[in-house]
């Protein structure tokens, strides 16, 4: 699949994903980032779209910041969201996580503002919560919400199961540099290299089975993108 045909299939997850989200019960506004921190996890698709939508300015201006904080602490996820479906369908162990590393702003942001908000990776779309998190300090989010994050962590994966996964400064760092971009193009990543890991096409989705149903609706337009 073309990269171009990959971008308007990410625009259009993304898409369907916001109508969603418009229609929940939440207290996230503007100007409330409590949850964007260091440790968001994206994949490379996502990182490449982000880089791809800036003009060379806003890229100089992109890596300036991020190399500023390179050598912050951060969480680097060691597993995928379609391994961990691959794992759970065949009974093995999950390996576990460390989010030791203490919460700080994302570092793109200005006066609690998203400068690339219309570009942001599914893992700063999906923060739904039902009450302002900066007053219990985590975020209340519904099950059923929960479920459908999952359903589209695993979608884009999928859409990206040549590339790799990783902290969004690792991620967009690495493909900043246009002989990475050509690598990600050719199929030519060295994911553990570049700190991250390498994603997994999407075998068996995780959705409990009281949320199915609900799904549905979910399932049938993202298949109608392809």
Request: charged content about 25%; glycine content about 4%.
């Amino acid at each position: 699949m073309s990269i171009e045909k990959k971008l308007a299939l990410l625009e259009g997850i993304y898409s369907i994903y916001d109508k969603f989200a418009e229609r929940q019960d939440s207290a996230c506004r503007k100007h409330c980032a409590h949850c964007c921190t260091f440790n968001v996890s994206i994949t490379t698709l996502e990182g490449y779209y982000l880089i791809h939508k800036l003009d060379p300015d806003q890229r100089r201006n992109l890596q300036e910041v991020l190399e500023n904080e390179d050598a912050t602490e951060r969480f680097r996820p060691q597993v995928t969201t379609n391994k961990i479906a691959e794992l759970c369908r065949h009974g093995e162990t999950v390996p576990e996580e460390v989010f030791s590393v203490e919460k700080q702003n994302c570092p793109l942001l200005r006066q609690d503002a998203c400068p690339v908000y219309q570009l942001r990776p599914f893992g700063c779309r999906c923060f739904v919560s039902r009450i302002p998190c900066g007053k219990s300090g985590v975020a209340d989010v519904e099950e059923y919400v929960l479920s459908v994050n999952t359903v589209f962590l695993q979608t884009i994966e999928h859409l990206d199961n040549n590339g790799c996964t990783g902290n969004l400064i690792d991620v967009v760092l690495w493909l900043l540099s246009p002989e990475n971009r050509h690598a990600y193009l050719q199929n030519r990543l060295a994911c553990l290299s570049a700190g991250l890991v390498a994603n997994k096409p999407l075998t068996v989705l995780m959705v409990p089975p009281e949320h199915r149903e609900g799904l549905q609706p979910i399932f049938a337009a993202l298949n109608a993108l392809s």
